[in-house]
């Protein structure tokens, strides 16, 4: 599965962006999503994910109610609409697929893609 992240950029904290994630190479349904972050010079953080179908979903208690993951298996792409950013926000986000569904653990996605950018200003 090749994964292709997008949607990133500069954002003044209170506001929102979309990214999308599109995938190819294999049956997108097939597998579980991921999104996780990773700020400079901390540890890659597990964000949110979803189910293959998406009825289960799970997220990190910092962004919860805020931000919203979701799926449409017809375009294979993964969406993370984040609202109300803050500064802490700020990091390169990764998209992930997996067939364990709903995991934290990055160890349990077996593809990622090359990430994209978000920066939240103060």
């Known amino acids: 599965v090749q994964l292709v992240e997008s949607g990133g950029g500069l954002v003044q904290a209170g506001g929102f962006l979309r990214l999308s994630c599109t995938a190819s190479?294999?049956?997108?349904?097939?597998?579980?999503m991921g999104w996780f972050r990773q700020a400079p010079g901390k540890e890659r953080e597990f964000v949110a994910a979803?189910?293959?179908?998406?009825?289960?979903?799970n997220y990190v208690d910092s962004v919860k109610g805020r931000f919203t993951i979701s799926r449409d298996n017809a375009k294979n792409t993964v969406y993370l609409r984040m609202n109300s950013l803050k500064p802490e926000d700020t990091a390169v986000y990764y998209c992930?697929?997996?067939?364990?569904?709903?995991?934290?653990?990055?160890?349990?996605?077996?593809?990622w893609g090359q990430g994209t950018q978000v920066t939240v200003s103060s």
């Open positions: 190479g294999r049956t997108f349904g097939d597998y579980a």
């Open positions: 979803i189910s293959r179908s998406g009825d289960s979903i």
């Open positions: 992930a697929a997996g067939l364990v569904a709903g995991s934290p653990s990055s160890r349990a996605y077996d593809y």
